[in-house]
């Protein structure tokens, strides 16, 4: 957690950004300053769905809670979840109960609307955006919200963390079939197989099928640190950038051209990336990468909405 050490004036409002490798949080006075930030576990609308996932979600949001209240009680909460499908009654309980808040405080929408509204205003282009999964995002001049991708990992989000790790596993099972101990010549496997803690078959099907999809996610770092020394890492990583690119053009053929932001964790794990999305849009194309501080927006969209302090 970071304290910024910026007196708050007036009432607060609490940006959320929820993805699957990590939350991050911060609070906003009046006017747009950040005040204090911080992150927790990362959870996705999602893991509503089990028992275990919404414990997960519960003590993730608790750990939240004390964090912020540390640094004051927010008037008004704005949160973007990835997954979130608009049946947010059972989230929206939650905060309200952790911090103290009436349930009408608290706005919840997808996660990628925030990150947009970060990048653009309305109708001013397109954000592209790779985390453990990928979408592509634009909302138009009269706030309807359009997509492309997005669908979740077991069905696609090429070009984000998850599939660049699931491409990594797939390619290096795949040598095995063929010839039994190739891995050992691959820099990418043993990076991968050190992330997942070991060579043999169970290692890989444990940690492909038992993780959280978040925690999936971050083989990708092991990829994108083998890059620069195995052709086959380098080969992921640049069709992570047409996989990028291509959501970029679904919209751009839908809605004619604009200017896109390339934003996302993922999207930054090597230049790779990058090049290869540019080299697959049209070359007029304006692209722009940022790390992007989508809780930021959304505490400022939250001080905004806040009350007057004496109100």
């Known amino acids: 957690m970071t304290d910024l050490e910026v007196a708050p004036d007036g009432p607060l409002g609490l940006g959320i950004d929820a993805g699957g490798t990590q939350t991050r949080w911060a609070l906003a006075a009046p006017g747009g300053v950040i005040v204090a930030e911080g992150q927790v576990p990362g959870l996705s609308a999602l893991q509503l769905s089990s028992a275990a996932g919404r414990h997960t979600v519960h003590a993730n949001f608790a750990m939240l809670a004390r964090a912020v209240l540390a640094h004051g009680r927010p008037s008004r909460v704005r949160a973007g979840l990835t997954g979130f499908g608009g049946d947010g009654e059972q989230l929206q309980r939650w905060l309200s109960e952790l911090l103290g808040l009436g349930a009408r405080a608290i706005a919840l929408c997808n996660d990628i609307e925030i990150a947009y509204l970060d990048s653009f205003a309305p109708g001013a282009g397109y954000l592209v955006y790779a985390g453990t999964g990928s979408i592509g995002a634009y909302i138009d001049e009269q706030q309807q919200f359009h997509r492309a991708g997005g669908r979740g990992v077991v069905l696609d989000d090429g070009g984000g963390g998850f599939w660049i790790a699931r491409e990594a596993l797939r390619q290096i099972w795949r040598g095995e079939d063929e010839c039994p101990g190739a891995w050992q010549q691959s820099p990418m496997a043993h990076a991968v197989f050190d992330h997942v803690g070991g060579s043999d078959w169970s290692a890989s099907r444990q940690f492909i099928y ?102």
Do not use: C, W
Not at 211 to 228: C, H, N, P, T, W
Not at 254 to 278: C, S
């Open 210 to 311: 038992g993780q959280e999809r978040g925690e999936v996610g971050k083989l990708a770092l092991a990829v994108a640190a083998s890059a620069d020394a195995d052709p086959a890492a380098a080969a992921i990583l640049r069709h992570a950038g047409v996989e990028l690119a291509r959501l970029a053009g679904a919209l751009g053929a839908r809605f004619g051209a604009r200017p896109v932001v390339l934003a996302g964790r993922a999207a930054a794990l090597h230049p790779l990336i990058a090049a290869a999305m540019r080299a697959a849009l049209p070359p007029a194309t304006v692209l722009t990468q940022t790390v992007g501080h989508a809780h930021y927006a959304a505490a400022r969209l939250a001080a905004n909405d806040a009350p007057p302090a004496h109100s």
